[in-house]
C-alpha cells in the first residue's frame, strides 16, 4: 500500500514537471510569435512611413511643376506693370508662356493659335538681335479660311524650326541672315525658314543636325501622309520647309 502511495506521488510529480515544462515550452513559442508579429509590424510601420514619405515627395514635385510655371508668370506681369519700354516683348512672352501652359496640352489646336504663337515666339527671339541683322519675316494668312479657327493643328509643331534657325545662325557674319515664311492658304500651313549656319555649327550632312527627330516622329505619326518636311544646306546655309494640308487631314478626321 505504501508502495503504489510512492508510485502515485512520483506519478503526480512527473505530471506537475512535465506540465510545468509544457507551460514554459508553450510560453517560449507565444513570446517568440509574439516579439516575430512586433517586429513584422515595426516592419510594415516602416515601410508604411516610407510609402507616405514618397507619396508626399511626389505630391510636391507635382505641385512644384504646377505652380513653378504660374510664380514665373506672375513675375512677368509684376514686371511688366513697371516697364513700359518692355511691355510689347514682355506681353508676347506672356502669350507664349500661355500657349505652353494650357494649349499644349490639347492633341490638337486651332492654326490661328499656332500661328499666334509663332509669331510671338519669333518676336521673342529677336529681342538678342542686334536691330542691323538682317532678319527677314513674312506672313501670308487668310483669315477667312474655313478651318482657320478649327482643332486639326498640332501644338508647338512650329517651335523646333524657330528655335533652330536662331540657334544655329552666325549673328557676327556680315552676311549672315534668317528667313522665315509663314503661309496658311486653302487649308494648306506652309513654313519656310532659312539662315545663315555658324562656323561652329556646321552640319556633317545635308540633314543632320538640323530640326530634331522628334518633329520628324511627330508630323509622321499624326499627319502620316499629309505633308512634307524638306530639310538642306547649301553654301552655309541651311532651309527647312514643311508644308501640312490641314484641309484634307480635317476632312479625314470628320469622316473617319
Sequence with gaps: ??????????????????????????????????????????????????????????????????????????????????????????????????YILYESNNKFVSPKEELQFALSLIEINKIKINPLFDFRIKSKIDKSDSIFEEKVFAPLISVDLIENAFKHTDFLAQDSFISINLEFENGIFSMKVSNKASLKNILPKE??????????????????????????????????????????????????
Design 1 to 98: 500500500m505504501e508502495g503504489n502511495l510512492y508510485l502515485i506521488q512520483d506519478y503526480l510529480i512527473f505530471i506537475g514537471v512535465f506540465a510545468i515544462f509544457l507551460f514554459l515550452a508553450i510560453s517560449i513559442y507565444l513570446f517568440g510569435q509574439n516579439q516575430r508579429l512586433k517586429n513584422r509590424n515595426l516592419r510594415l510601420n516602416a515601410a508604411n512611413k516610407l510609402i507616405e514619405q514618397k507619396l508626399n515627395e511626389v505630391q510636391l514635385e507635382h505641385i512644384g511643376t504646377k505652380l513653378n510655371p504660374h510664380l514665373f508668370k506672375n513675375i512677368l506681369n509684376s514686371v511688366q506693370s513697371h516697364a513700359y519700354q518692355t511691355y510689347m516683348s514682355l506681353d508676347k512672352l506672356a502669350n507664349v508662356l500661355d
Design 207 to 256: 540633314n543632320g543636325g538640323f530640326g530634331s527627330q522628334s518633329l520628324d516622329q511627330r508630323l509622321k505619326m499624326i499627319y502620316t501622309n499629309f505633308y512634307s518636311l524638306q530639310k538642306n544646306s547649301k553654301n552655309g546655309i541651311f532651309t527647312a520647309e514643311l508644308t501640312i494640308n490641314l484641309g484634307e487631314f480635317y476632312d479625314k478626321m470628320r469622316y473617319s
